[in-house]
């Protein structure tokens, strides 16, 4: 038997819990709330990613004063080196890196949230941009897996830090990023929550039922969509750069549809519309997670010859399917009401009475 | 003077069918004018072609002097015309009171930077949310603010369409079958409601129906539509002795 650390463990699922957080409220926003069935997820989780694995290797040590290195091929564990000596002495820099990495991947996904959408979707079909999104993350992928120096090409880039790098106990340093991937997570829900519950979020629910009625009843309908992009596009993309923080390393292979479908399956179980819902889902998935390779390696060493990993996709497909049939509004349902406006007519009927 | 709405040799082509052919039309402001004729006689298409859900293939449509054929049905709803459904079209996973308060115009918590801060549109929201006070009571919908549109009967759901297209504020109503599905009670109430929005509020109205004898008691001017083309128009009593609408339409 293998012994399991508790704590490690219960780490790794809570900052795991954060960074599927924001990818799954960014889809609930998106596909739960406005229904623009976003399933290019990977696209703009991996904006984020890249961005890390960009300014990892060439702002941070701009930052710190020091010349880059070629982080590719043979000059690899000098530019590892380097990262390391920088995150471990100079923690404001990492600091700087990690905001500046965030304001970029923000930027860069907003735009092209944006951009994608506002062409798309003046299109009648909003089943058009599912396919942009996904044949689009597909071909970017394959495209700057070609980029040779870009990200190292099919290697993948290595010295992506997190920003405890300094901290010596390995323990705290886990502990210090879990609770910053909580943090962001966190800021992600209420900003998404006082969205839903504003007229904004009025607007979109009503471009989720009846798009045609809703422009008919004065509203600029491509301008929300491509507006409701931006934000999830942001967040996703703020999810990209800790996923890649988390793991250390970017590598295109991350990136194919399945991490789309996985942020999926996260707000179709929680609850399609529903902030909590999505929380809920992205702590499920995140356990299960956990638990699917905790289990390989228990099944490997017993010397199974079952590939547990793929064990994991057959449940997530099983939960979809199972799902969608018996419990299509997810385990959470979405809530009924938008804005306070409902307390100020009860209110108002009350003081007639 | 102008008239509030007016359509010159309006013209609509689906593929090979001609389904609004060389249509003039003007609307009076403050009248209630009433547009009748057989199934696809081309009615709906051309309350489409006015609401700007789709574009005329030839001639104009003109709203308070200015031309608005080519215009999408946001704007033209920004103008000032509202439009009910032939089929209930509500939002009916919402609450009543968000179906009346989703299409007030100029909303600021609408936009994506002040909706997550409260305190930007919240005295506005509440503002609203008492004009909607005035709306539903007008149609005696109030104690339903609270109901899901989807639990409404069909008499309701006509009703809160109407209550809905209130509340952006319009010049002129284009109602499509407002009694379609409805009792005929029930269908009467709904017409007299229909006069109070021009009486109360001085809307102007153009009103498809086939409830011959209720549009009859209330409209001023009525248009016969049969085949794409104007067949008839005048009064009341000139379009009800008709004999040639009687024979489109009643088979007589």
Same mark, same amino acid.
């Given at each position: 038997?293998?012994?399991?650390?508790?704590?490690?463990?219960?780490?790794?699922?809570?900052?795991?819990?954060?960074?599927?957080?924001?990818?799954?409220?960014?889809?609930?926003?998106?596909?739960?709330?406005?229904?623009?069935?976003?399933?290019?997820?990977?696209?703009?989780?991996?904006?984020?990613?890249?961005?890390?694995?960009?300014?990892?290797?060439?702002?941070?040590?701009?930052?710190?004063?020091?010349?880059?290195?070629?982080?590719?091929?043979?000059?690899?564990?000098?530019?590892?080196?380097?990262?390391?000596?920088?995150?471990?002495?100079?923690?404001?820099?990492?600091?700087?890196?990690?905001?500046?990495?965030?304001?970029?991947?923000?930027?860069?996904?907003?735009?092209?949230?944006?951009?994608?959408?506002?062409?798309?979707?003046?299109?009648?079909?909003?089943?058009?941009?599912?396919?942009?999104?996904?044949?689009?993350?597909?071909?970017?992928?394959?495209?700057?897996?070609?980029?040779?120096?870009?990200?190292?090409?099919?290697?993948?880039?290595?010295?992506?830090?997190?920003?405890?790098?300094?901290?010596?106990?390995?323990?705290?340093?886990?502990?210090?990023?879990?609770?910053?991937?909580?943090?962001?997570?966190?800021?992600?829900?209420?900003?998404?929550?006082?969205?839903?519950?504003?007229?904004?979020?009025?607007?979109?629910?009503?471009?989720?039922?009846?798009?045609?009625?809703?422009?008919?009843?004065?509203?600029?309908?491509?301008?929300?969509?491509?507006?409701?992009?931006?934000?999830?596009?942001?967040?996703?993309?703020?999810?990209?750069?800790?996923?890649?923080?988390?793991?250390?390393?970017?590598?295109?292979?991350?990136?194919?549809?399945?991490?789309?479908?996985?942020?999926?399956?996260?707000?179709?179980?929680?609850?399609?519309?529903?902030?909590?819902?999505?929380?809920?889902?992205?702590?499920?998935?995140?356990?299960?997670?956990?638990?699917?390779?905790?289990?390989?390696?228990?099944?490997?060493?017993?010397?199974?010859?079952?590939?547990?990993?793929?064990?994991?996709?057959?449940?997530?497909?099983?939960?979809?399917?199972?799902?969608?049939?018996?419990?299509?509004?997810?385990?959470?349902?979405?809530?009924?009401?938008?804005?306070?406006?409902?307390?100020?007519?009860?209110?108002?009927?009350?003081?007639?009475? | 003077?102008?008239?509030?709405?007016?359509?010159?040799?309006?013209?609509?082509?689906?593929?090979?069918?001609?389904?609004?052919?060389?249509?003039?039309?003007?609307?009076?402001?403050?009248?209630?004018?009433?547009?009748?004729?057989?199934?696809?006689?081309?009615?709906?298409?051309?309350?489409?072609?006015?609401?700007?859900?789709?574009?005329?293939?030839?001639?104009?449509?003109?709203?308070?002097?200015?031309?608005?054929?080519?215009?999408?049905?946001?704007?033209?709803?920004?103008?000032?015309?509202?439009?009910?459904?032939?089929?209930?079209?509500?939002?009916?996973?919402?609450?009543?009171?968000?179906?009346?308060?989703?299409?007030?115009?100029?909303?600021?918590?609408?936009?994506?930077?002040?909706?997550?801060?409260?305190?930007?549109?919240?005295?506005?929201?509440?503002?609203?949310?008492?004009?909607?006070?005035?709306?539903?009571?007008?149609?005696?919908?109030?104690?339903?603010?609270?109901?899901?549109?989807?639990?409404?009967?069909?008499?309701?759901?006509?009703?809160?369409?109407?209550?809905?297209?209130?509340?952006?504020?319009?010049?002129?109503?284009?109602?499509?079958?407002?009694?379609?599905?409805?009792?005929?009670?029930?269908?009467?109430?709904? /017409?007299?409601?229909?006069?109070?929005?021009?009486?109360?509020?001085?809307?102007?109205?153009?009103?498809?129906?086939?409830?011959?004898?209720?549009? /009859?008691?209330?409209?001023?001017?009525?248009?016969?539509?049969?085949?794409?083309?104007?067949?008839?128009?005048?009064?009341?009593?000139?379009?009800?002795?008709?004999?040639?609408?009687?024979?489109?339409?009643?088979?007589?």
């Amino acid at each position: 038997m293998i012994n399991i650390d508790i704590g490690a463990t219960a780490i790794s699922i809570l900052t795991l819990f954060g960074i599927y957080s924001l990818m799954s409220i960014s889809l609930n926003l998106e596909y739960g709330v406005a229904g623009l069935p976003n399933f290019g997820k990977a696209l703009f989780i991996s904006i984020g990613a890249y961005t890390a694995g960009i300014t990892y290797t060439r702002l941070l040590p701009l930052l710190a004063g020091a010349e880059a290195i070629h982080p590719c091929g043979p000059t690899m564990g000098g530019a590892l080196q380097l990262r390391s000596e920088i995150m471990a002495s100079q923690p404001i820099a990492g600091f700087i890196n990690f905001a500046l990495t965030l304001v970029f991947a923000a930027v860069i996904a907003d735009a092209v949230g944006f951009a994608v959408s506002y062409v798309t979707l003046r299109l009648k079909e909003e089943w058009f941009l599912a396919l942009v999104l996904l044949v689009g993350g597909e071909t970017v992928r394959i495209l700057v897996r070609g980029a040779d120096d870009f990200i190292c090409s099919h290697n993948g880039i290595s010295g992506v830090a997190q920003p405890f790098f300094f901290v010596a106990d390995p323990r705290s340093r886990a502990l210090l990023f879990m609770l910053l991937s909580l943090a962001l997570a966190l800021l992600a829900y209420l900003c998404s929550q006082r969205l839903y519950h504003s007229p904004f979020g009025r607007m979109l629910k009503g471009l989720r039922e009846n798009e045609e009625v809703t422009r008919g009843l004065g509203k600029n309908i491509s301008l929300a969509r491509a507006q409701i992009m931006a934000v999830g596009s942001l967040m996703a993309a703020i999810g990209g750069v800790l996923f890649a923080l988390n793991t250390g390393f970017v590598n295109t292979n991350d990136f194919v549809v399945n991490l789309t479908l996985d942020v999926w399956v996260m707000v179709v179980l929680g609850g399609i519309g529903n902030n909590r819902g999505a929380l809920l889902g992205a702590l499920l998935i995140a356990i299960m997670d956990r638990f699917a390779q905790i289990g390989a390696i228990v099944l490997n060493m017993g010397g199974s010859e079952i590939e547990f990993n793929y064990v994991r996709f057959i449940a997530f497909g099983l939960i979809l399917l199972w799902m969608l049939r018996y419990r299509p509004s997810g385990l959470l349902p979405e809530s009924r009401l938008t804005t306070d406006a409902h307390d100020v007519v009860r209110r108002v009927i009350g003081a007639s009475k | 003077m102008t008239p509030l709405l007016e359509l010159k040799n309006l013209r609509k082509d689906f593929g090979g069918l001609r389904a609004v052919d060389d249509v003039s039309l003007t609307v009076p402001e403050g009248a209630i004018v009433g547009l009748i004729g057989p199934n696809g006689s081309g009615k709906s298409t051309l309350i489409n072609l006015i609401a700007g859900s789709t574009d005329p293939s030839a001639g104009q449509v003109r709203f308070a002097g200015q031309d608005i054929s080519d215009l999408p049905s946001n704007e033209v709803f920004k103008m000032g015309i509202a439009r009910g459904y032939q089929e209930p079209a509500l939002y009916f996973k919402m609450t009543v009171l968000d179906n009346v308060l989703l299409p007030v115009k100029d909303q600021r918590g609408e936009r994506p930077w002040f909706a997550p801060w409260r305190r930007f549109w919240q005295h506005e929201e509440s503002a609203h949310a008492e004009a909607a006070v005035q709306a539903l009571e007008q149609v005696q919908l109030l104690q339903h603010y609270d109901t899901l549109a989807s639990d409404l009967s069909g008499g309701q759901m006509k009703l809160l369409e109407i209550a809905r297209c209130l509340m952006g504020k319009p010049k002129l109503l284009l109602l499509d079958e407002p009694t379609a599905g409805v009792a005929p009670k029930l269908a009467y109430e709904i /017409f007299q409601q229909i006069a109070r929005l021009r009486d109360d509020f001085g809307i102007t109205l153009l009103i498809v129906e086939h409830r011959l004898e209720i549009l /009859f008691d209330f409209a001023d001017y009525v248009y016969v539509m049969h085949l794409g083309k104007l067949l008839a128009q005048g009064g009341v009593d000139e379009i009800a002795q008709d004999a040639i609408v009687r024979e489109v339409y009643f088979g007589e």
